[in-house]
């Protein structure tokens, strides 16, 4: 089993830049993919960016260019460095981890991007 904890939300002007971190339990050299999802109020859960085991990464259009995924498998940690934030950011950002067949998500932490 996996467990996830993520860090490094915050109040940002639109503009400003924030970094993400999802710490896991255990060692994530083997996990085949680890990304983050977002939720807006009212919205459904929607798909950010993902990095796979092999190290390919993969972006939703809407944030193609301003975020970037890395992984540190030393430290067990994923992040999330988030560049130009927009208003249309703010939602609670969770992390997952799919070790087949399971999927494993954190508890979320709240970006807000003021205007």
């Known amino acids: 089993q996996v467990q996830l904890a993520e860090s490094g939300g915050g109040l940002v002007q639109a503009g400003g830049s924030l970094r993400l971190s999802c710490l896991a339990s255990g060692s994530i050299a083997s996990v085949d993919s680890m990304g983050w999802y977002r939720q807006a109020p009212g919205k459904q859960r929607e798909w950010v960016a993902d990095?796979?085991?092999?190290?390919?990464?993969g972006y939703a259009d809407s944030v193609k260019g301003r975020f970037t995924i890395s992984r540190d498998n030393g430290k067990n940690t994923i992040y999330l460095q988030m560049n130009n934030l927009k208003p249309e950011d703010t939602a609670v950002y969770f992390c997952?981890?799919?070790?087949?067949?399971?999927?494993?998500w954190g508890r979320g932490t709240q970006v807000t991007v003021s205007s």
């Open positions: 990095i796979r085991k092999v190290g390919s990464t």
């Open positions: 997952n981890a799919a070790l087949w067949p399971n999927v494993y």
